[in-house]
C-alpha cells in the first residue's frame, strides 16, 4: 500500500453525489489560555489518510495513528483495516474528541502502516501540532 497524504483538520465531509472529500479549517498550531495546571484539552480534530495500491494488485493491511506529547508520552493510539482488494484507493479517517494537553510544544500525530501478513510498523508520515500559549487574554467586545 502506498500513502499518498495525511492531513489533520477541524472536519471533514463527504460528499455523497461525487465521493470526494473537503477538508475544513487544516490545522498547523493552535493557541491556549495559560494553563496553571496541566490537564486542559484541545480538539476536536480529525486526521483524514488517503491510501492507493502500491503495484496496482489487490492488497490491504492496517493503519495505525499514534498522538504523543513533547515529552514523547503517547496519547492516544488507533488502528484501522486498510482494504484494498475492490477499490484502488481508499480514505481513512481517525476522530479524535481531544487531548489532554501537557503545555505547550510540539505534538505528533504519526501515521504508520502494516501490511497484512507482517509484523512490522513503517511510518509514513508525522505530522506537527503546536501549542502555543496566548500571550494576553482575549478581550471581549462591550455593546
Known sequence: MDHVWSVLCLKASIDRET???SLFDVVEQIQVLPQRESGGVVGPFELV????????VPERGEVRVSIRGPSGHLYAQEMQEIDLREFRRMRAR????????????????????RPANSESWTEVAKIPLEVEEMRSTPQRARF
Open 19 to 21: 465521493n470526494n472529500i
Open 49 to 56: 489518510s488517503l491510501w492507493t495500491r502500491s503495484v496496482g
Open 94 to 113: 481517525f476522530r479524535v474528541a481531544g487531548i489532554a494537553i501537557e503545555g505547550p510544544g510540539t505534538y505528533h500525530f504519526s501515521v504508520e502502516v
